[in-house]
């Protein structure tokens, strides 16, 4: 009894250790941090199955994008940290592009990829309505088809970040910004469809 008692709580020291290792670890079981589920005529977005869906329908706007509601996680992020997410390609074209984009008050932060392999980091700033390429490149050995996981994450230290795709380096920069309101995920327009496996925040 004694050692089954022992097995137990080593278990449950074990689960604790692992879950208090994020900051935010969504896997899409539940919908407890206010993900938009929707069917319109630009987007189809819901989870189902442990995964978030997100559809681009629009041909007119550049994306569509979905994020959590409860953006509380973005405003004590520490100095230095990290998100990743799995995502994969549902639809779409060879060079359609997702990835995810981190906001803030006045500029932005795109981290995409597509089928082909390439890679593509810009920052846009709303108040001189002007787009600024960080990375434009094609790597190398990155292209997959449809259906394949693709992992992507960002670590950010400071100013300073760097952005991989299933763990290889495919940039790095500086951000303008200090502050951050929140990180979408999102799928270039014109029928692109991604899933995505988990939504991941951890202390570096």
């Known amino acids: 009894m004694k050692i089954i008692y022992l097995s137990f709580l080593l278990l449950a020291i074990s689960c604790s250790q692992n879950s208090s290792e994020y900051l935010l670890n969504e896997e899409f079981n539940q919908n407890q941090l206010g993900w938009v589920e929707e069917w319109t005529e630009a987007h189809h977005t819901e989870i189902s199955e442990g995964k978030l869906i997100l559809k681009s329908l629009d041909t007119a706007a550049n994306y569509s994008s979905n994020g959590p509601r409860d953006q509380s996680i973005m405003w004590s992020l520490p100095t230095s940290w990290q998100f990743s997410t799995s995502m994969e390609v549902i639809d779409g074209g060879l060079e359609a592009g997702f990835g995810f984009i981190l906001y803030s008050a006045s500029l932005n932060y795109e981290f995409s990829l597509n089928r082909k392999g390439e890679v593509y980091i810009s920052e846009y700033d709303y108040n001189a309505q002007a787009e600024r390429p960080i990375v434009e490149q094609a790597i190398d050995g990155l292209s997959f088809d449809y259906n394949t996981p693709v992992t992507l994450r960002l670590t950010v230290n400071g100013s300073s970040f760097k952005f991989y ?40």
């Open 165 to 204: 795709v299933n763990e290889k380096k495919v940039g790095e920069g500086s951000f303008r910004a200090k502050s951050w309101e929140t990180l979408r995920l999102f799928a270039k327009s014109g029928g692109t469809g991604i899933k995505a496996d988990y939504y991941r925040f951890k202390v570096l």
